[in-house]
């Protein structure tokens, strides 16, 4: 089925192909991903889109030696196929199994980890500087997709490049823009003039003898028929837009600029989904796909089930919106992941894309919060570790009304590393004015997002991806008092003195706490609130408990079981506290269940804890 796709299990194997024989590869490397991404999972229409744009950049870079840094990451799976891995795709994002992103740890081909956006042309200049400085004869590549490019860090990249005439390729990756078969040959044709020698010798002439003039009349006459005037002003010598599907116009492009010195912009059009037609007139849908038959594409979501977390914000969102005019919804580019999609078709007015920005999203939030808006900024966790800073600065310094609405929060899955929101609840106590909630079930979710809308103050309320344990959602919403837990569980009287325990958990760890307290016979209380933490319960059970135990899908080191230690320090009460969570090392990436079990945070896990730490 794949007769030379098996021959070929590195790029030096690749580059022996004529040109015939690479369109062939594309045709078997694009079935192969769909076959295999179909069993496994994982992001599929990017990949189905690069396809040829690998094989390029292979067939002309010698990499590793050349360094090719991919950009967000997720699109990397024919590189992953062509540099060895292709028996591995059997266990792509599994436990112990290949990554859905570049891993240094993974492969030298991998030159640079990804998996955030918009990181890979400032990491792709380092390597360039860094060869430039060794004195080594290198090529760097960074490739970005026009969602990754709109984020502020690549655009400082870019100036900073251009400012220091780095030795350095850029190639946009453009899945948004169409491209007519008309501006395609013409295109293509300019690509192909502009990356050519006597371009390249007539550009530099020009410079040597005009000087500005030069400069002044190339600009305005590539303006007239290019769109990278803006990457020109950069101080990037600007090529394309060209068709990032057809190989007889990338490789002699690729091959021109790989003789060419100084930073290069190289702008291809490709096609979300390429090759699968399903995809191709619905990219969004299989951008992200769990197991399906190909013939049959994905069917419709399943009805009846559990609510995820997701949906649940996005049932609270519009009935809040119903309610107050005020309400203004806002997401990075996660619409869809952040249960956004019914709230932008119902409130359009309402709803803020800002893209890949996130340092943007708080602070734009904290402008309307200050104009008496209230703004509910839909992120997931691990993407808010981005705008720490704005969170900081410019919401909580002014104690500002924005509510953080924070998906995704602890174990992600398959994601791994890098999508774990394993740090929330560490980074977000920490800030003054900041109150933080985590809820246990569905419903207290919706009373907590309905609790931190009213309060005015900055708010995050973290919950996990998935569905919860099932608990009936209450249409009507009440606000909870805030820093008040709930005990929901009382050890037995009859339990030996030395032994009484108090199981704290916080958020998605009460479920399992109560399982495990039906082993040990333990106090079970859902904090609900990290902070303000209810200080007078803790130094309660305290008083009548010989060993607190804090559970949390969190890091320990200065998480929720943190802030109990502290608790007791200040109220000057000495006795052993436990603290389950997330250890000081990167959770890698599996199933989530199994991934938890690893942790010791399912009930076994809990109850051989505590079990240890009363022997001991």
Known sequence: MYELLETINWPHELRAL???QLRQLARELREFLLESVSQTGGHLSSNLGTVELTLALHYVYQTPDDRLVWDVGHQTYAHKVLTGRRAGMK???????????????????DTFGTAHSSTSISAALGMAVAAAAQGVDRKVVAIIGDGAMSAGMAFEALNNAGAMDADLLVILNDNEMSISPAVG????????????????????????????????????????????????????????????????ILIPTLRNIREMRGPQFLHVITRKGQGYKLAEADPVLYHGVSQFKPAAGITGAKTGGRPTYTQVFGDWLCDMAARDARLVGITPAMREGSGLVEFAERYPDRYFDVGIAEQ???????????????????????????????????????????????????????????????????????IPNMIVMAPSDENECRQMLYTGFSLDAPVAVRYPRGTGPGAEIEHAMTALP????????????????????????????????????????????????????????????????????????????????????????????????????????????????????????????????VQERLAG
């Open 18 to 20: 004529d040109r015939r």
């Open 91 to 109: 266990r792509l994002r599994m436990r112990h199994g290949i990554a859905g992103f570049p891993r240094r740890d993974e492969s030298e081909y």
């Open 185 to 248: 040959a013409l295109n293509n044709y300019l690509a192909r003039l502009m990356s050519g020698r006597f371009y390249t010798a007539a550009r530099r002439a020009g410079r040597k003898v005009l000087g500005d003039l030069a400069d002044r009349a190339e600009e305005h006459v590539k303006g007239m028929v290019t769109p990278g005037t803006m990457f020109e002003e950069f101080g990037f010598n600007y090529i394309g837009p060209i068709d990032g599907h057809d190989l007889d």
């Open 360 to 430: 943007h999203a708080v602070t734009f939030a904290a402008g309307l919060a200050c104009e008496g808006m209230r703004p509910v900024l839909a992120i997931y966790s691990t993407f808010l570790q981005r705008a720490y800073d704005q969170l900081i600065h410019d919401v909580a310094l002014q104690n500002l009304p924005v509510l953080f609405a924070l998906d995704r929060g602890g174990i992600v899955g398959a994601d791994g590393p890098t999508h774990h929101g394993a740090f929330d609840l560490s980074y977000l106590r920490a």
């Open 482 to 609: 805030v820093g008040k837990a709930e005990v929901c569980r009382r050890h037995s009287t009859s339990v030996a003195t030395g032994r009484r325990v108090a199981l704290l958990a916080f958020g998605s760890m009460l479920r399992p706490s109560l399982q495990a307290a039906e082993a040990i016979d333990a106090t079970v209380v859902n904090m609900r609130f990290v902070k303000p933490l209810d200080a007078d319960l803790v130094c309660e059970l305290a008083g009548s408990h010989d060993l607190l135990v804090s559970v949390e899908e969190n890091a320990v080191m200065g998480g929720a079981g943190s802030a109990v230690l502290e608790c007791l320090q200040e109220h000057r009460i000495a006795m052993p506290v436990l603290q389950l969570g997330l250890s000081d090392a990167f959770v890698e990436h599996g199933d989530p269940a199994g991934l938890l079990a690893e942790c010791g945070l399912n009930p076994e896990g809990i109850v051989a804890r």
